[in-house]
């Protein structure tokens, strides 16, 4: 798809989940940083809001790519990899589709966040690890100012766009 293909009105609507999305990355990051900010060993219902409050965030992060796949590049990834093709493909800018959505230089760090909320996902009985987990705040509290950057011009991309097809 080119933006020319997208109308405006759908351009706006995807400029205004994207801010949603934002706002949600915002919210996530900062409950994670104050349940990690102490140094006191964290109860195991600690350890459980903070893992819950970490995989809320890079599911957040993904449903906000998502919807830009979707919406711009008309599919999503699929296979396997596909969550982790989603967060490559972010990275790489596609010639006459859109720029890159993501700092390149992000999708390390990105990718060991995707890996913490696999685990989760999938661990149903393994008992939290305390120093893991905070490692993994402190990961997202550093992430969260380049990917509110990267999304915020992304979202400034398509307002762009919606401005030239059609009254600003």
Avoid: N
């Avoid at 933006?3 to 009105?9: F, R």
């Avoid at 720029?99 to 390149?104: T, W």
């Amino acid at each position: 798809m080119r933006p020319e293909d997208l109308g405006a009105m759908e351009l706006r609507r995807l400029a205004r989940d994207l801010r949603e999305d934002i706002a949600a990355l915002d919210t996530l990051a900062g409950a994670a940083a104050r349940v990690a900010s102490g140094s006191a060993p964290l109860a195991e219902a600690e350890q459980a809001l903070l893992a819950w409050k970490l995989h809320g965030w890079y599911t957040a992060l993904e449903a906000g790519l998502e919807r830009i796949a979707r919406g711009v590049e008309g599919s999503l990834p699929t296979g396997p990899a596909c969550h982790r093709d989603l967060l490559r493909g972010m990275t790489l800018a596609l010639p006459s589709v859109r720029p890159a959505v993501l700092d390149a230089a992000c999708f390390g760090e990105l990718a060991e966040l995707l890996a913490l909320r696999h685990f989760l996902r999938h661990a149903y009985a393994v008992p939290l690890d305390e120093e893991l987990l905070r490692l993994h705040a402190r990961r997202l509290v550093a992430l969260q100012p380049a990917v509110r950057r990267d999304l915020l011009a992304f979202e400034q991309v398509l307002l762009g766009w919606a401005g030239e097809l059609g009254g600003g």
